[in-house]
Protein backbone atom coordinates (compact mmCIF):
# COMPACT_ATOMS: atom_id res chain seq x y z
CA UNK A 1 0.00 0.00 0.00
CA UNK A 2 1.21 3.90 -0.51
CA UNK A 3 0.88 6.62 1.87
CA UNK A 4 -2.77 7.30 0.82
CA UNK A 5 -3.63 3.28 1.36
CA UNK A 6 -4.10 2.87 -1.91
CA UNK A 7 -2.91 -0.82 -3.15
CA UNK A 8 -0.07 -0.77 -5.75
CA UNK A 9 0.72 -2.92 -8.43
CA UNK A 10 4.04 -5.22 -7.98
CA UNK A 11 6.99 -3.46 -9.65
CA UNK A 12 9.11 -6.32 -10.89
CA UNK A 13 7.80 -9.51 -12.55
CA UNK A 14 8.70 -12.06 -10.37
CA UNK A 15 6.25 -10.53 -7.24
CA UNK A 16 3.55 -11.22 -9.95
CA UNK A 17 1.07 -14.48 -9.18
CA UNK A 18 0.59 -15.16 -13.05
CA UNK A 19 2.74 -14.77 -16.27
CA UNK A 20 2.29 -15.14 -19.44
CA UNK A 21 4.75 -16.50 -22.06
CA UNK A 22 5.51 -15.36 -26.17
CA UNK A 23 5.25 -18.13 -28.68
CA UNK A 24 5.72 -15.47 -31.18
CA UNK A 25 9.33 -16.95 -32.22
CA UNK A 26 7.37 -20.07 -33.18
CA UNK A 27 5.25 -18.93 -35.56
CA UNK A 28 7.70 -16.36 -36.67
CA UNK A 29 9.66 -19.42 -37.69
CA UNK A 30 6.67 -21.37 -38.93
CA UNK A 31 5.89 -18.70 -41.57
CA UNK A 32 9.68 -18.09 -42.60
CA UNK A 33 8.80 -14.31 -41.97
CA UNK A 34 10.89 -11.74 -40.05
CA UNK A 35 10.91 -9.56 -37.12
CA UNK A 36 11.18 -6.63 -39.79
CA UNK A 37 8.10 -7.74 -42.01
CA UNK A 38 6.03 -7.80 -38.50
CA UNK A 39 7.24 -4.43 -37.09
CA UNK A 40 6.04 -2.79 -41.07
CA UNK A 41 2.83 -4.22 -40.71
CA UNK A 42 2.53 -3.40 -37.23
CA UNK A 43 3.77 -0.01 -37.56
CA UNK A 44 6.16 -0.44 -34.36
CA UNK A 45 9.91 -0.64 -34.05
CA UNK A 46 11.45 -3.56 -34.72
CA UNK A 47 13.18 -3.50 -31.08
CA UNK A 48 9.15 -3.83 -30.08
CA UNK A 49 8.55 -6.73 -31.85
CA UNK A 50 11.84 -7.96 -30.37
CA UNK A 51 10.37 -6.94 -27.22
CA UNK A 52 7.05 -8.41 -27.20
CA UNK A 53 8.67 -12.18 -28.78
CA UNK A 54 11.07 -12.49 -25.90
CA UNK A 55 8.91 -11.49 -22.92
CA UNK A 56 9.99 -8.11 -21.90
CA UNK A 57 6.84 -6.02 -23.20
CA UNK A 58 3.26 -7.13 -23.84
CA UNK A 59 1.43 -5.46 -26.54
CA UNK A 60 -2.34 -3.87 -26.42
CA UNK A 61 -5.41 -6.12 -26.77
CA UNK A 62 -6.22 -4.56 -30.24
CA UNK A 63 -2.47 -4.89 -31.22
CA UNK A 64 -2.22 -8.74 -30.15
CA UNK A 65 -5.51 -9.08 -32.10
CA UNK A 66 -4.00 -7.20 -35.13
CA UNK A 67 -0.90 -9.52 -34.77
CA UNK A 68 -2.63 -12.66 -34.82
CA UNK A 69 -4.82 -11.67 -37.75
CA UNK A 70 -1.65 -10.80 -39.89
CA UNK A 71 -0.17 -14.31 -38.50
CA UNK A 72 -3.06 -16.54 -39.40
CA UNK A 73 -3.22 -17.75 -35.83
CA UNK A 74 -5.57 -16.71 -32.78
CA UNK A 75 -3.93 -14.56 -29.84
CA UNK A 76 -3.82 -17.72 -27.59
CA UNK A 77 -0.92 -19.18 -30.12
CA UNK A 78 0.99 -16.32 -29.48
CA UNK A 79 0.86 -16.03 -25.67
CA UNK A 80 0.81 -18.81 -23.14
CA UNK A 81 -1.54 -17.61 -20.13
CA UNK A 82 1.12 -19.57 -17.51
CA UNK A 83 -0.69 -19.34 -13.56
CA UNK A 84 2.29 -19.43 -10.85
CA UNK A 85 1.48 -21.82 -8.16
CA UNK A 86 1.84 -20.41 -4.17
CA UNK A 87 4.73 -20.99 -2.40
Known amino acids: MNILGVETMPKSKES ?3 DVKPKLKVRFAQLNIQQLEVAEYM ?6 ISAWANGHKEPSLIKAYRLAHFLNCKVDDLW ?3 EK ?3
Do not use: A, F, I, L
Not at 43 to 48: A, G, I, L, P
Open 85 to 87: KEE
Open 43 to 48: NESKQT
Open 80 to 82: EYV
Open 16 to 18: RKD
